[in-house]
């Protein structure tokens, strides 16, 4: 028996995976059904359940069976969720399903994680499949990752638009109740990042950041905008109280004859507004981290003392 048409679309776009209801509404019968499997058509993977016969078993296919088994509600969540939007290094491994079921579900290599907190704003389909959106999914990752972690996986969320620190701080006093794992270690993350925060820069500069808070200094504020007459520059590094700002020069914007004079003049520019500049590349942060840490020390610390 052929399985051609808008039901073998539908399955198509589910990664070769397909439910009992969708096809008894795209009009096959029961006995229909059991042809399909018997002639090795679809090959029944759970009770309600079928993959398209000689489909690749990926991932996304078992994500997809996945859903299927926890019915309509169901969201991929958690870790499966962070590999979908390659949040950090998770890509894909887990198989993890969150909903408001009443009762527990299991599933071979299946994670079901029970919530009744799934508002429509948490909710879309990314690759096809329904997922929990970046900021949800971010404020659940906090429970499996340590701090500095989960704020670098934060920071590239945002860099690449895909949630800001607004709405992650919105959703987390949403969703903070005591006893939810997590809560505190995303609250500490947002502490050094308001609401109001600008995107993060270049991976570059959050690494020039990181390796500065861990030593000890002051968090600084990332692209902070500084008005020189006419113009607004963005400091790549920022201590706005004693105007202290590293700018990290990377090979790719700093290579052009016109790029050198346009950051000499910048530079120029923010020394008369009272900026103390220290520019850093990336051979200094790779080759001489500790040397880096105590320039921007005793310039904070100048600054401070003057």
């Not at 029944?44 to 299927?68: E, I, K, M, Y």
């Not at 959703?171 to 600008?198: C, D, Q, T």
């Amino acid at each position: 028996m052929s399985f051609f048409g808008p039901a073998a679309s539908l399955a198509q776009r589910q990664h070769s995976t397909i439910t009992t209801n969708q096809l008894r509404h795209h009009g096959y019968s029961e006995k229909h059904i059991r042809r399909l499997v018997t002639e090795g058509v679809l090959v029944r993977v759970a009770p309600g359940v079928f993959v398209v016969a000689g489909s690749q078993a990926t991932w996304h296919r078992d994500l997809a069976v996945a859903l299927h088994m926890g019915g309509p509600p169901a969201l991929v969540g958690h870790r499966s969720a962070a590999g979908l939007w390659r949040l950090d290094r998770f890509r894909s491994g887990h198989v993890e399903v969150l909903g408001p079921w009443r009762v527990g579900r299991t599933g071979t290599g299946v994670t079901y994680h029970r919530t009744t907190a799934l508002p429509s704003r948490d909710r879309t389909v990314t690759d096809g499949l329904a997922v929990t959106t970046p900021t949800r999914t971010l404020i659940d990752m906090a429970r499996y990752v340590g701090t500095a972690r989960l704020g670098s996986m934060v920071d590239d969320a945002v860099r690449r638009e895909l949630t800001s620190y607004e709405d992650l701080h919105q959703r987390l006093g949403e969703l903070a109740r005591p006893g939810r794992s997590g809560i505190a270690r995303m609250r500490e993350v947002l502490a050094e990042r308001p609401g109001a925060a600008a995107a993060p820069g270049s991976p570059f500069e959050v690494a020039v950041r990181n390796l500065l808070v861990g030593a000890g200094l002051p968090a600084p504020v990332l692209q902070h905008p500084v008005e020189c007459g006419e113009l607004t520059y963005q400091l790549d590094l920022a201590w706005t109280e004693p105007r202290v700002a590293v700018e990290c020069d990377g090979f790719r914007f700093h290579r052009t004859p016109d790029q050198l004079d346009w950051d000499a003049r910048r530079q120029n520019a923010l020394a008369l507004h009272g900026w103390l500049v220290h520019r850093v590349t990336w051979r200094n942060l790779q080759r001489e981290p500790d040397d880096l840490v105590d320039r921007v020390r005793t310039a904070l610390r100048s600054r401070q003392a003057a």
